[in-house]
């Protein structure tokens, strides 16, 4: 089975050696999107601001390759405080719906930009 890289200018370009995303088959797999805006390829200031770019940035990148959130089997969430859980997770809830995907939330050390969330998903075409 092919790889096939997803582009879009709707989010922000790879900013190293990968894709925004691989289709395989029926099966999408996403790069992790940090709040960067896809527009001035800068950071936006604040977790909550943050967050809604990243699942808008997730959404152009399943956007592109013909998916939207309800394709979405599972997600992987990155906090730079587990103490922000609650906000991301309210904000991540209110882009998605039942069922909801699978899902694992970790606090990690430092991401890329100093990042305070980033998403990842894989999703499967219908």
Not at 35 to 54: F, I, W
Not at 57 to 77: E, H, P, R, S
């Amino acid at each position: 089975m092919s790889k096939q890289p997803i582009q879009t200018n709707e989010a922000p370009g790879a900013i190293g050696p990968y894709s925004q995303a691989i289709q395989i088959g029926d099966f999408i797999y996403t790069s992790g999107q940090i709040g960067l805006d896809p527009k001035t390829g800068e950071m936006v200031e604040g977790l909550e601001t943050q967050a809604h770019r990243v699942m808008d940035n997730v959404k152009a990148v399943l956007a592109a390759a013909d998916c939207d959130m309800t394709d979405i089997v599972k997600v992987m969430i990155f906090m730079q405080n587990m103490d922000d859980f609650a906000k991301v997770n309210e904000i991540y809830a209110s882009y998605l719906e039942e069922p909801y995907p699978a899902r694992s939330a970790v606090e990690v050390a430092r991401m890329p930009k100093n990042a305070l969330v980033e998403v990842e998903v894989i999703a499967k075409k219908k």
